[in-house]
């Protein structure tokens, strides 16, 4: 199948009506395993030609991740990526260059959670490990 129509499956299955903006979102951001900020998705979308807007940028990768597309991850209280990989996995976050890359599942092992609150079970668990270049 060619990949246009796969993104525009993709998108019918989880309930997205493939709007031609949605689909040059999808089309670029899940081509491959990556992280992409909305920023960077409306940068090269831009300089591709074409007329997208800030807002739709932005609303339809909420769409996405709320239809669960793609993975958000906040490395920080003003820094969001949208991560094509939506299975399990943890994350480095470089703060010299602002790349993220991913931790496979296994990579990380925990000895010992803490005791749950009463009344609720882990649902997920999510680490970002933050590191520097040396120097
Ligand atoms: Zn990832």
Redesign the pocket.
């Known amino acids: 199948m060619e990949y246009k129509q796969q993104v525009e499956q993709q998108l019918r299955s989880s309930g997205v009506q493939p709007t031609k903006q949605r689909m040059e979102i999808g089309i670029l951001l899940l081509a491959t ?1 990556q ?1 992409m900020s909305a920023d960077q998705i409306l940068g090269e979308l831009r300089t591709a030609g074409s007329r997208v807007s800030k807002a739709t940028v932005y609303n339809t990768l909420n769409l996405f991740a709320c239809r669960g597309l793609v ?1 958000e ?1 906040s490395v920080d209280s003003t820094r969001q990526f949208f ?1 094509s ?1 939506i299975h399990p ?1 943890h ?1 480095f976050y470089n703060i010299d260059t602002g790349k ?1 890359t ?1 931790i496979g599942i296994d990579e990380l092992e925990f000895s010992q959670l803490p005791e749950l609150p009463s009344g609720t079970e882990a649902q997920d668990v999510e680490v970002i490990v933050r590191v520097r270049n040396k120097h």
């Open positions: 395993p992280h993975r991850v991560d990989t996995h994350h993220l991913d």
